[in-house]
C-alpha cells in the first residue's frame, strides 16, 4: 500500500490467523466425527472466516498502490462483515441463545448496504489515496459500528442465559476486549499500537468463545460417558430381573447400582404393592437430584424397572398357580397331581414305604348337574373337595382330577383291608348340611404301589380308575385293584389297539336284517347291523361294542357305518335304520356330522333307531338333536322300547316316529303277560299315531300272535337272518304248512317272493 512495511504487524496478524485457523481444524475434525454437531460446524465456519480475515489484513500492506490495494480494503470490509455476521450463529449454538434468524437478517442486509455504497459511492471510501495511505469516507465508521452494536446487543442477551456466572462473566469480559480492541483500531491514530489492536481484536473473544465449546464438548462427552454407565446399570439390573425371583432383592441391588453412579450412599428404596397385581417403586434420598436430569431419569428407570419385574414374578407365580390349581375347589389339579405323584414314588422307592391312590368319582353327578343345573353341580364339587381334604390327613395329598374325578394320594399306605375301610368311609360321608339335597355317594378305586414295582405314575393312576369304574359297575362302590382288574385292563389296551387299527383299516361292515310287511311278508325296509371284519374272523359285537361304547370310539366307527348306510340304500332302494349310541348323540357336533356324512341323500329313507338309555343321558341335548333330525326328513325309532321306565311318561315330548318291541316281549308272547305287554305298546303307538315294528320274530306262533295283534312290521330270524348281499324273500318250499297257524299260513301262501 505504499510506504514501509510494519512487519512486526504482519507477523502478527499470520500468527493470529494461523492460531485461529488450528481452532477451525480442531473443529473441523470433530465435526467430521458427529456431523450433528452443530456448535461445532458454526464454530469451524467462523474461525475460519476470523483466520481469512487476519490472513488478509496480513496481505494488505504487502500489495502495491492501486488497484490491488482497492480490492484487499473491499476484500477485508466483505470478510470483516462476514465474520461479525457469523458470530451470531456461533454465538447461539454456544450459549443456547434466542433465535437468531431475523436477526441475521437484518445484520447480512445493513452489511450487504454498505458493501454497496463502498462500491459505488464516496460515502465509505473514495478510491484515492494520499501518499500512499487510503482516504475514507464519512460514513465508514457509522455503517460498521452499527450492525456491530446489534450483534454485540445480541451478545450481551445470549451470555446473560449462559446458566455458569463463571462461564458468563468470563465470555462477557472477552467480548468487551474484542470490541474494545476493534473499536480502538478505528479510533487510535494510526501507528504500531493501532496496527496491533487490529492484529489481535478478536483473540479474546475467540479464545473465550472456543473454551467454552472446549469445556462444552468435555462436559457432553462426560455426560455421555455417564450416560453409557447408567444404561449399562440398567442392562445389569434387567438382566437380574430375569434370574432374581424375590422382588425385594432385585430393589436391594437397585437401591446399591443408584448409589455407586449418583454417590450417594444415603439413597433408600421402597416397593409398594398396590391393587391388580401393581407395584409401585421409589428411591428416596435427602439429596436432591431433581435438577440432574440423568439422575432423575436414572433413579427413574430403576424404579420402573424394579416394578416390572415384580409385577412380571407377582404374574408368574400367579400362572404357576393356575397350572397347578384347580380355579374351582382351589385344589391341585391335574398337572400338579402327576408331579406330585412322581415325586412321592420316587420318595417311596428311596425309603422302601408303599404308596396308595384313591380314585374318587361322584355317583349321579352328571344327572345331578343336568336336572339341578351347573350352579349347584359346581358347589357340589367344591363340597366333595372340601370334604375329602378334611377326611385326609394333611400330610397326604388331595387333587381333583377333572370333571367330577378325584384323587387321594397316601404316603406309607397301610394294609389293603384298612384302604378298602377308608375307601368305605369315603364313599357316604359327604355331608351336606344347609342345602336340602341328598348326599350322593362316591365311589372309589384303590390302587397300591410296593417297593418291588417299577415307578409308573400314569400306570398308578390307570390302575386306580379301572377300579374306580369296576367299583361303579358293580355297584360295590369301593373296589381295590387286584390280578383280575389288571388281566381285564390289559384285554381293554389291547381291545382299544385293535379297534384303533380296525378303525384306520375300514374293518366295519354292515349287515343287514330285513324288516317286513306283516300283511304280505314284502320286505319294506332293512336294519343295518355292524359287523367287525376282524383279521382272525368276524368278531360280534357283543365282543367289543361295550367298550366302543364307553371309550367313545363309537364315534368315528359309526360315522363309518352311515356312509355304508347310505351307500345301502342307493343299492337295494330301500329304507335303512341305523343304531345310534348314546355316546354319539352326546357328541356337541353329532347333527352336523350326520348332515356332512349323509349329505344329499333322501334322508326319507333315513331311520336313526335310540335306546331308552339314550334318551335318559341329557333330554333337552336329545330333543334338540332329533328335532333337527327330523327337520331333515329323517325318521326317529326308539329301540328296545318297553325295556326303560321313563318312556311312557315323556313319549308325548320327544320327536319319535317309529316304536320297536323289544324281542323280550315277542320272546313272552305265549305268556298271558306279554300279550298284554304288546297290546298295551300297540294302543300307546296308535294313540301317538307312532309305527310299530316287533324284532325277534323266530318262530310261527310268534308272527301269528304278533299279527292278530295288529304290529304292522316285523323283524327276526324267521323272516330273515342279517347278510352282507340282498336280502331275500321267504322260500315257502322250505316251510311246513302242517306246522304253520292258518292265519300265517295264509299269508305266506299270499306272499309271493321278489
Known amino acids: 500500500m505504499g510506504g514501509a512495511v510494519d512487519v512486526v504487524a504482519v507477523v502478527a496478524q499470520c500468527v493470529t490467523a494461523g492460531f485461529i485457523a488450528g481452532l477451525s481444524f480442531q473443529n473441523w475434525t470433530g465435526w467430521r466425527a458427529d456431523a450433528a454437531d452443530r456448535e461445532r460446524f458454526w464454530l469451524m465456519v467462523w474461525s475460519a472466516v476470523l483466520a481469512l480475515l487476519f490472513l488478509v489484513n496480513a496481505v494488505l500492506p504487502l500489495l502495491p498502490a492501486g488497484s490491488a490495494t482497492e480490492v484487499g480494503l473491499f476484500a477485508r470490509s466483505m470478510v470483516l462483515a462476514g465474520s461479525i455476521l457469523l458470530s451470531v450463529p456461533a454465538l447461539k449454538v454456544v450459549t443456547r441463545g434466542p433465535t437468531s434468524r431475523w436477526l441475521v437478517l437484518v445484520v447480512g442486509g445493513m452489511f450487504l448496504t454498505r458493501e454497496v455504497l463502498w462500491l459505488t459511492t464516496d460515502l465509505l471510501y473514495t478510491h484515492r489515496s494520499v501518499d500512499g495511505v487510503p482516504q475514507y469516507g464519512p460514513l465508514l465508521t457509522t455503517t460498521f459500528m452499527v450492525p456491530l452494536a446489534v450483534v454485540a446487543g445480541y451478545a450481551v ?224 364339587l367344591r363340597r366333595t373337595g372340601a370334604y375329602l381334604t378334611e377326611t385326609i390327613d394333611e400330610r397326604h395329598f388331595v387333587a381333583r382330577f377333572g370333571g367330577d374325578e378325584f384323587v387321594v394320594v397316601l404316603e406309607d399306605a397301610p394294609q389293603g383291608r384298612d384302604l378298602v375301610a377308608l375307601g368305605r368311609r369315603i364313599r357316604g360321608g359327604l355331608d351336606l348340611t344347609g342345602t336340602d339335597q341328598i348326599a350322593p355317594l362316591l365311589s372309589v378305586g384303590v390302587a397300591v404301589w410296593s417297593p418291588d414295582e417299577i415307578v409308573d405314575p400314569e400306570r398308578l393312576l390307570r390302575e386306580a380308575d379301572t377300579a374306580m369304574f369296576e367299583a361303579k359297575r358293580s355297584k360295590l362302590g369301593v373296589v381295590e385293584f387286584d390280578d383280575a382288574l389288571r388281566a381285564k385292563m390289559l384285554a381293554e389296551q389291547n381291545l382299544r389297539r385293535e379297534l384303533d387299527a380296525a378303525i384306520a383299516n375300514h374293518e366295519f361292515r354292515l349287515h343287514f336284517q330285513p324288516i317286513v310287511d306283516a300283511e304280505t311278508l314284502t320286505i319294506v325296509g332293512l336294519e343295518a347291523l355292524v359287523r367287525w371284519q376282524h383279521p382272525a374272523g368276524t368278531r360280534m359285537p357283543g365282543d367289543w361294542l361295550p367298550y366302543a361304547e364307553e371309550s367313545g370310539l363309537i364315534v368315528p366307527i359309526g360315522r363309518q357305518l352311515v356312509l355304508q348306510a347310505h351307500a345301502a340304500v342307493e343299492r337295494f332302494r330301500l329304507p335303512v335304520a341305523v343304531n345310534v349310541a348314546a355316546r354319539q348323540l352326546a357328541e356337541p357336533g353329532f347333527v352336523e356330522q350326520l348332515r356332512q356324512d349323509w349329505g344329499d341323500g333322501d334322508w326319507n329313507k333315513l331311520t336313526l333307531e335310540i335306546t331308552e338309555s339314550a334318551l335318559l343321558q341329557d333330554l333337552a341335548h336329545v330333543i334338540d338333536s332329533l328335532s333337527q333330525l327330523r327337520a331333515l326328513g329323517a325318521r326317529i325309532a326308539i329301540d328296545d322300547f318297553g325295556t326303560g321306565y321313563s318312556s311312557f311318561a315323556r313319549l308325548a315330548t320327544l320327536p319319535v316316529d317309529v316304536l320297536k318291541i323289544d324281542r323280550a316281549f315277542v320272546r313272552d308272547l305265549s305268556a298271558l303277560g306279554g300279550v298284554a305287554v304288546v297290546r298295551a305298546i300297540v294302543s300307546l303307538a296308535e294313540a301317538f299315531e307312532l309305527d310299530i315294528v316287533a324284532e325277534g320274530v323266530e318262530r310261527l306262533d310268534q308272527l301269528q300272535a304278533l299279527t292278530e295283534l295288529g304290529v304292522p312290521k316285523l323283524q327276526g330270524y324267521l323272516l330273515g337272518r342279517p347278510g352282507a348281499d340282498a336280502p331275500r324273500e321267504i322260500d315257502l318250499a322250505t316251510v311246513s304248512a302242517g306246522n304253520v297257524p292258518p292265519l300265517a299260513a295264509s299269508r305266506l301262501t299270499r306272499a309271493a317272493p321278489v
Not at 450417594?264 to 397385581?277: A, F, K
Not at 409401585?280 to 424404579?303: E, K, V
Request: net charge positive.
Open 157 to 380: 442477551i445470549s451470555i446473560r442465559r449462559i446458566p455458569s456466572r463463571l462461564t458468563r462473566r468470563g465470555l462477557q469480559l472477552a467480548g468487551a476486549l474484542s470490541t474494545i480492541a476493534l473499536v480502538a483500531g478505528y479510533f487510535v491514530p494510526g501507528g504500531r499500537f493501532a496496527e496491533l489492536l487490529t492484529s489481535v481484536w478478536a483473540l479474546p473473544l475467540v479464545a473465550a468463545i472456543q473454551a467454552v465449546g472446549v469445556l462444552r464438548q468435555r462436559a457432553a462427552e462426560r455426560r455421555v460417558r455417564r450416560q453409557h454407565r447408567m444404561r449399562d446399570e440398567l442392562a445389569a439390573l434387567g438382566n437380574a430381573a430375569w434370574f432374581t425371583k424375590d422382588p425385594y432383592a432385585l430393589l436391594a441391588l437397585a437401591e446399591k447400582s443408584a448409589r455407586e453412579q449418583l454417590r450417594d450412599p444415603q439413597i433408600v428404596g421402597y416397593l409398594r404393592p398396590l391393587s391388580r397385581g401393581r407395584f409401585s417403586t421409589t428411591l428416596d434420598s435427602p439429596t436432591d437430584h431433581l435438577g440432574d436430569d440423568l439422575a432423575r431419569d436414572f433413579l427413574d428407570d430403576l424404579c420402573r424397572l424394579v416394578s416390572v419385574a415384580a409385577e412380571r414374578s407377582r404374574l408368574a407365580e400367579e400362572l404357576r398357580g393356575a397350572a397347578f390349581t384347580d380355579s374351582l375347589t382351589g385344589l391341585p389339579n391335574r398337572h400338579a397331581l402327576e408331579r406330585h405323584l412322581g415325586q412321592t414314588l420316587e420318595r417311596a422307592r428311596d425309603q422302601g414305604t408303599r404308596l396308595a391312590v384313591l380314585y374318587c368319582d361322584i355317583d349321579g353327578f352328571k344327572l345331578e348337574n343336568d336336572q339341578r343345573g351347573h350352579t349347584w353341580g359346581d358347589e357340589l
